[in-house]
């Protein structure tokens, strides 16, 4: 079984698709003008703009469902793992593909928008939704959406329960099997209560989480505030093979700073795009805006935290593919959460375990949530004009036992079936907002002149930008239209 995963992840994650990947945000920063610089204030301003609705949640639920997806244990193991395998500068290119990813996420979340429907009295929208309807291609979508739902409901579960019993056994002793099923009865209470309960849990738990793991951060480079520009120094060097120590590791480091930088954003991997779709919002461009700069929180951020921990206090290991140890400060802990433990316990003693354990439950348990909802966005996308009852009930045990049986795996398996999971539906996602790329740059492009012209809340006509089968929003226009028809009949 594994060596089939890592022979596929080979293909999936081979050298010409990571460079591929960073070639397309790079494509996308660019036919954007940098809109990840140009529209940072825009993008602040309107993340708590707009109210929820019956059918949908606001920009801030949106956000925080997305960053529930984000924020998980890439933030915490994956830097690890990647600082592991790649050295020091494969953080730089994590904030490389976080920078151009951001780009990618404002296409995604802006065609989720554009092509979102009202189904079952709620919006859904993703790329199933616009792979369907803004290229034609239903067959594509399928897979997409088939894709999605083994990764997301069965696949990459697994690594998120994983990482959270492996860091409550370090620090508690609590054997994985417990933790899997604790966590397994806290994910049946949630998503059995529905979208609206998901996104009050992501809104309450995801900013307080995020803030308090930056701030301990900050305490600690604060504390070795002298070291600045020597960790600074090495994460540059080592990404461009300036220094002696990790000087052939460039390959490596661009390899493992991109995937796991991908892993953490999950820009242009399709699942931001399920959230940005139930926003509430009066034109597409702004979710769009929302969604890239929470590619900026996930990666610039909270990974960044991780990072400087771990690098400050020099707790972490270094291995070549050969096996051969090119640092071995902590050679009695394995590549994960241990690595931010040993971080924390250097400059706090006794408490690193305990607090990473918790900020890993809930960084991860908020991400599982969020899978499942973006797997239930691709069940509702294939069982349109059905009776979903018995499917939407099916994948929620699936959800959890996937949940359960992670916890007491191997972490190896269970980031290679992450890994899988992630490389189909990226590559799937991938060819369709190239091909889709025009209506969301026209889309940007109508919302910053209506901005210029000192419009406040810019309002969405996708019949005179040329953007077809965006009904939802023709259906919008024809209610607003008949509304004021019918105020000035009353007149």
């Keep these: 079984m594994e060596g089939f995963v ?32 140009r529209q940072i204030k825009e993008m602040v301003r309107l993340m708590f703009q707009g109210k929820s609705s019956k059918a949908g949640v606001s920009s801030f639920q949106a956000l925080s469902i997305a960053l529930s997806g984000r924020v998980g244990t890439g933030n915490i193991a994956g830097v690890a793992t990647a600082i592991f395998y790649g050295g020091p500068g494969a953080v730089f290119w994590m904030w ?9 996420a404002y296409i995604e979340s802006t065609l989720a928008q554009i092509y979102k429907v009202k189904q079952d009295g709620q919006y859904r929208g993703g790329p199933a939704y616009y792979i369907e309807k803004g290229i034609g291609w239903k067959w594509f979508a399928v897979t997409f959406a088939i894709a999605m739902f083994v990764a997301l409901a069965i696949l990459m579960p697994g690594v998120q329960s994983n990482s959270i019993a492996l860091g409550i056994d370090t620090a508690f002793g609590i054997n994985k099997n417990v933790t899997g099923i604790i966590i397994g009865l806290l994910l049946a209470f949630i998503i059995f209560g529905g979208v609206k309960r998901i996104a009050t849990v992501a809104t309450i738990i995801v900013p307080f ?67 940005a779709a139930a926003a509430e919002v009066s034109h597409p461009a702004k979710q769009g805006l929302v969604q890239a700069f929470s590619v900026y929180i996930d990666t610039l951020f909270v990974c960044s935290a991780t990072a400087f921990m771990i690098l400050f206090t020099g707790m972490y290991n270094t291995e070549t593919e050969d096996g051969t140890r090119l640092v071995n400060n902590i050679p009695a802990v394995e590549v994960g959460p241990g690595f931010t433990q040993a971080a924390i316990d250097s400059v706090f003693p006794g408490f690193g375990s305990g607090f ?5 439950f809930f960084f991860a348990f908020t991400t599982i949530m969020a899978y499942y909802y973006i797997a239930e966005t691709n069940v509702a996308y294939l069982t349109r004009g059905r009776d979903s009852k018995w499917a939407m ?16 795996n191997e972490a190896t398996l269970a980031w290679a079936l992450g890994d899988a999971g992630l490389g189909i539906t990226v590559w799937l996602n991938m060819i369709a907002i190239l091909i889709l790329a025009k209506p969301a740059l026209t889309t940007l492009k109508d919302y910053e002149n209506q901005r210029k012209q000192g419009i406040l809340d810019p309002v969405f006509d996708p019949k005179a930008l040329g953007i077809k089968n965006a009904d939802f929003w023709e259906e919008e226009i024809k209610r607003n239209e008949e509304s004021v028809s019918l105020e000035r009949k009353v007149e």
């Excluded at 520009?229 to 093979?241: C, D, G, K, N």
């Excluded at 009930?393 to 007491?408: C, E, H, M």
Aim: aromatic residues 10%; proline residues 2%.
């Design 6 to 37: 890592n022979g596929l992840n080979g293909l999936l994650w081979s050298t010409p698709v990571i460079y591929g990947l960073l070639l397309v945000g790079l494509l996308f920063s660019i036919s954007t003008r940098f809109v990840q610089v």
């Design 393 to 408: 009930f099916l994948l929620k045990l699936a959800v959890i036992a996937a949940t359960i049986y992670g916890a007491s």
């Design 356 to 360: 990473v354990a918790i900020a890993l």
């Design 96 to 104: 490389v593909i976080a920078f151009v990813g951001a780009s990618s």
């Design 209 to 275: 989480m995020a803030l308090g793991y930056i701030l301990l951060a900050i305490v600690i480079m604060a504390m070795n505030i002298t070291a600045v520009p020597e960790v600074f120094s090495l994460i540059f060097r080592s990404a461009f093979a300036m220094d002696s120590v990790f000087g052939g590791l460039i390959g490596t480091a661009i390899l493992w700073g991109v995937k796991r930088g991908l892993y953490s954003n999950e820009a242009g991997q399709g699942t931001g795009a399920h959230p």
